[in-house]
């Protein structure tokens, strides 16, 4: 599986847009963006995935680079419950299992 | 639909006790995964199931980790004998397929093991 690259830590005022970046340079053309997320103390928790085009749900929106050497997980309107780590993984949909890098730790500030 | 369920939530025990961690997957899914995450280290991958059939043991730590699954709505991690370095938080996941479908997998709410 391709390795990713995140920020260890971001900060997000409260009702403000939370830009997640992650970084997949080696990607391949098979393999999806997958974004969980772990809030202190519980399970993570899947949040969104995408191959190519950009998709949104009712928790975020994956928007993925033309080349797909990157993304941006969006969360609209972070509140102060979406305070996690964010862990962002490349895999094949038929693939193995998911591999967890140390994530970015986003912060949402009152 | 309750989820994963994992239990006990927490366990202290004794270096060298016996320690059994249960998982309970979500009805219908047929893959079961075992996660172990640590300041150190993270979340890594110990073993998963498909088909209650394990598929890849190769992130147990050594031979005192065991793992079961007699059926599809039970799956056990057995540590024995159990050691300091072994305290972690366990969790147990569970996805619809070998792929993971397009909801990757659901985890439980993690069993948090301390070895004294």
């Known amino acids: 599986d391709a390795k990713t690259t995140q920020p260890p830590s971001m900060d997000c005022a409260e009702g403000r847009a939370a830009n997640l970046p992650c970084n997949h340079s080696t990607i391949s053309g098979n393999e999806y963006v997958y974004w969980y997320r772990q809030i202190h103390s519980q399970g993570p928790q899947y949040i969104i995935h995408g191959l190519k085009n950009n998709e949104t749900n009712e928790m975020a929106s994956l928007i993925i680079t033309e080349d797909r050497k990157s993304s941006t997980l969006i969360l609209p309107h972070a509140t102060l419950r979406d305070t996690a780590v964010y862990y962002c993984?490349?895999?094949?949909?038929?693939?193995?299992?998911?591999?967890f890098g140390p994530g970015t730790r986003l912060s949402v500030l009152p | 639909d309750a989820g994963v369920i994992q239990s006990p939530r927490h366990e202290v025990t004794e270096m060298g006790q016996e320690v059994t961690l249960r998982c309970k997957p979500i009805?219908?899914?047929?893959?079961l995964f075992w996660y172990r995450q640590t300041m150190m280290r993270g979340l890594e991958l110990l073993i998963y199931f498909n088909n209650n059939v394990p598929i890849d043991d190769s992130g147990m730590p050594e031979d005192r980790f065991s793992a079961k699954m007699p059926n599809a709505s039970f799956s056990t991690l057995k540590i024995q004998p159990s050691e300091p370095r072994d305290s972690a938080v366990y969790f147990c996941a569970s996805s619809l397929a070998l792929a993971g479908g397009g909801y990757g997998y659901t985890f439980g709410s993690g069993t948090r093991l301390t070895v004294v």
């Open positions: 009805s219908g899914h047929n893959s």
């Open positions: 993984i490349v895999r094949w949909n038929y693939g193995q299992n998911f591999v």
